[in-house]
């Protein structure tokens, strides 16, 4: 039904076209080693693209899972064990995945502001629901 991509023999029209799947949404190296053996002329021609885009900074696995654990975590109210899920299904390595700052931020509920300082010393702010009613205990 659809026509093979065209095939781009020239350095330069390779990384031009990486950089345009790149202006649309982050990638990650897999994903983006992938695109590229899809439309390079030779395997060396897209680890030659590979390997600038790299060095350039525009692709990097680790900024490109932070971003995506954030936007995953605050917008999509997705879980940590979706989150990885989804990263190692796009090539991210799991070294990447287990450094700390991967981790989505957990959602926090403020004590009331009308309670007074004794009672908010004497019982410990827990988040959620179970912390609501041990604060309506006191």
Known sequence: MFSRPRKLDTEQDLYDYALRV???RAHSVHEMKTKLLRRADSELLAQVVLARLKESGQLDDSRYARQFTRTHAEVRKQGKFRIA???RARGVPIAILTTPSLNPPRPTTKPPSSASASNASSVPF????????LQALK
Do not use: E
């Not at 827990?126 to 009613?133: D, F, M, P, Q, T």
């Open 22 to 24: 790149l202006m649309r």
């Open 126 to 133: 827990v988040a959620g629901v179970r912390g609501l009613y």
């Open 85 to 87: 899920r989804d990263l």
